[in-house]
Each structure stands twice: as C-alpha cells, then as structure tokens.
Nanobody, 123 residues
Framework: QVQLVESGGGSVQAGGSLRLSCAAS????????MGWFRQAPGKEREGVAS??????PYADSVKGRFTISQDSAKNTVYLQMSSLQPEDTAMYYC??????????????????WGRGTQVTVSS
C-alpha cells in the first residue's frame, strides 16, 4: 500500500507563493505517475499537474504559475505555486497511479491518495 503525506499548505495573500510537498512511502514504483489535485468547497476534485510517463501536463488555470517536480531519491513530489489567486483556494491532494492516455489529470485514474493540505489565498 502506497502512503502519501502532503505538507506545506497555509494561508497567503494574493500574489504570494507556497511550496507543497508530498512524501511517498511503502511499495512505491517508478512506474507510478505522481500528481497534484485540488478540491474547492462545492466543486469537484480537479487535476492540477502530474509527472507521468507521457509528460507533465498542467491544468490550463495554473500554467505558468505552478511547477511540479520530483526528487526520486527522497520519494517526494513538490508543487511550487506562485502568483496565487483567491480561486486557487482549495484542499490540495497528492496522488499516485497509472493513468491512461489522455486521462492524465483525471482523479479516477489514480489509486492512492494523501489526506490533503489546505491552501487559502486571500485577496
């Protein structure tokens, strides 16, 4: 069972930055894609970015502002978030799985999930 633990969330003002971390443990596999998702109150969970064997897709809403990266030696995935806006406010989740092309940012394609870390952006 893969275990994922997110950290780094918090409250920032619009225009600020945060870096989220996701530490993976258990039978991690190099074949897993590692992604970040978010869910705002009353909205469906949506994909933000993912490191997959097909490439690194980003949601249109975060392109140019967010960067996903991975430190394989530490089994950790990061999400650097810049120019944060109030609409980025959500619970952010890390996930691992083997998504099929072209469903790389679809939550249903991921099997393992962390508990999430809250990001709140005030105007």
């Amino acid at each position: 069972q893969v275990q994922l633990v997110e950290s780094g969330g918090g409250s920032v003002q619009a225009g600020g930055s945060l870096r989220l971390s996701c530490a993976a443990s258990g039978p991690t596999s190099s074949s897993y894609s590692m992604g970040w998702f978010r869910q705002a109150p009353g909205k469906e969970r949506e994909g933000v970015a993912s490191i997959t064997r097909y490439g690194i897709p980003y949601a249109d809403s975060v392109k140019g502002r967010f960067t996903i990266s991975q430190d394989s030696a530490k089994n950790t995935v990061y999400l650097q978030m810049s120019s944060l806006q109030p609409e980025d406010t959500a619970m952010y989740y890390c996930a691992a799985g083997v998504p099929r092309w072209p469903l790389l940012l679809k939550p249903d394609e991921y099997n393992y999930w962390g508990r999430g870390t809250q990001v709140t952006v005030s105007s």
